[in-house]
């Protein structure tokens, strides 16, 4: 579905990401983990076009999208959900989803749309008349995957989603991002929260000073000593069951 190739991006002339490629399959979830700096959130801005590489590529769906801008990635389902929520705070919860359908062309599209959407979220849905400022941070990260997903995406990036939320939100934004996939939209989540990431993705790359260090099935990384002793305090955990994507 998405390539990556050689990948390199540079701030002020420091190497941000440097010949990173990775795959994500169609309707597969992805996970891509490493420390604070390890160039994962740069690679999700590149990907969508935030950002422009000074080498290598992108291909979504066999076609060459390196240069097209954010908004034409947008039109093609690609859709990222930034770190830190970024809700417009004095507006409320459905004000906030609807900033995320402009490219909905009518009115019928948008009901549907926002029916699937509470569907996925009904607590969004009981807090729609809410000011967005007054939510918890779990229901206000709710809110923004809600958001993105009033864009149709058919690959869905996920940034930090998990960030300073108490850990049976964790648990309940993981299942989330199992539901979100199990409708046929592909997933590439960036998370230090390596347990969670390895446990609900297919394949996973883990990036360490903005190159691919370790690449594989998610199962087999998260056996692995090195992504233990790295992510997980050293202490081995049993092998999951997670679902395997669609045609597997």
């Known amino acids: 579905m998405l390539e990556t190739t050689d990948l390199g991006v540079d701030y002020s002339g420091m ?12 309707k597969g979830v992805v996970a891509v983990i490493g420390a604070n700096g390890a160039g994962k959130t740069t690679l999700l801005k590149t990907i969508a ?20 801008k954010t908004h034409e990635r947008l039109e093609m389902g690609i859709v990222l959900c930034p770190e830190g929520r970024r809700l417009f705070s004095e507006l409320t919860v459905y004000e906030n989803i609807r900033m995320g359908a402009y490219r909905l062309g009518d009115n019928r599209k948008f009901k549907d749309r926002l029916s699937f959407v509470y569907d996925i979220f009904p607590r969004v849905a009981e807090r ?10 779990g229901e206000q990260q709710m809110v923004a995957i ?12 996920l940034d930090e989603p998990t960030l300073g939320l108490a850990p049976k939100l964790v648990v309940e934004v993981g299942k989330l991002v199992q539901t979100i996939n199990s409708q046929g939209i592909a997933v590439i989540l960036v998370e230090q929260n390596a ?18 260090k370790l690449k594989g099935q998610s ?3 998260l056996a692995s000593e090195e992504i233990h002793s790295a992510f997980l305090g050293g202490i081995m955990v049993p092998e999951p069951v997670r679902p395997q994507p669609e045609g597997a």
Not at 128 to 137: D, E, I, K, M, T
Not at 147 to 154: F, N, T
């Open 15 to 26: 190497h941000a990401l440097r010949g990173v490629s990775i795959s994500v399959p169609d």
């Open 49 to 68: 076009g935030v950002l422009a590489p000074n080498k290598g590529g992108v291909k979504y769906e066999g076609q060459d999208i390196t240069m097209l």
């Open 128 to 137: 729609r008349g809410q000011v967005a400022s007054s939510l918890s941070g």
């Open 146 to 157: 809600a958001r993105a997903l009033m864009s149709s995406p058919r690959l869905l990036m």
């Open 195 to 212: 347990k969670l990431a390895l446990k609900i993705s297919h394949e996973a790359f883990v990036l360490e000073t903005g190159s691919v």
């Open 219 to 221: 199962d087999a990384l």
